[in-house]
C-alpha cells in the first residue's frame, strides 16, 4: 500500500470516527449530568428573551462541569440555557420556569459570585442543583427570581 493511501485513509478514519466519539462522549456527559433528564421536562421551545449572559460557567449535580460555553436568558418568565454549538450533541436548549425552581442560593467564594438553582424534576426524581457562575449573572437572577426564592 502507497504512503499517499495510508495517510488517506487515516485521515478519513479520524473524520468518520472523532465525530462519532465527540458526539458519544457528549452524550454520557448530558445523560451523567442531568441536562439530558431536565429537557425531556424543560426543552426550550422557542429561544428566550431578556438578559442574555455568554461564556458562562456552570455545574451541573456534582460531577459534570460546562467550562465557559453555555449562554444563559434571564426573564420575569425563567431561565434559559443552551450550550455552544460544538457541544450541543445531547444537549437541548432548555428553559426552566421560575415555579419549577425550589430554591435560589446565592454563594460568594474567594471574590467568586455563585448562584445554585435547586430544579424540581417529577415522577419521584430528585431534584437536581444547578451552579451558575458570574457576579453580573447572579445579579440579573436575584433581580428576576420571584421573591420568596431570593429569600431562602
Known amino acids: 500500500m502507497s504512503e499517499g493511501l495510508t495517510v488517506a485513509l487515516i485521515i478519513g478514519a479520524f473524520v468518520i470516527i472523532f465525530p462519532l466519539f465527540w458526539g458519544a462522549i457528549l452524550q454520557l456527559i448530558a445523560y451523567f449530568g442531568g441536562w439530558k433528564s431536565l ?26 462541569s460546562y467550562s465557559n460555553c453555555l449562554s444563559v436568558t434571564v426573564s420575569a418568565a425563567g431561565i434559559g ?10 444537549h437541548g436548549a432548555l428553559f426552566i420556569p421560575w415555579g419549577e425552581i425550589l430554591q435560589l442560593t446565592r454563594r460568594q467564594v474567594l471574590g467568586f459570585s455563585s448562584t445554585q438553582l435547586t430544579i424540581n424534576r417529577p415522577m419521584g426524581q430528585s431534584p437536581i442543583r444547578v451552579t451558575l457562575y458570574g457576579k453580573t449573572l447572579a445579579h440579573s437572577l436575584h433581580q428576576h427570581a420571584p421573591h420568596h426564592l431570593t429569600n431562602a
Open 81 to 90: 440555557l443552551h450550550p455552544f454549538i460544538l457541544l450541543r450533541a445531547g
Open 39 to 64: 429537557a425531556k421536562i424543560y426543552a426550550a421551545q422557542d429561544p428566550a428573551s431578556g438578559d442574555r449572559f455568554h461564556f458562562v460557567s456552570a455545574r451541573f449535580g456534582s460531577f459534570t
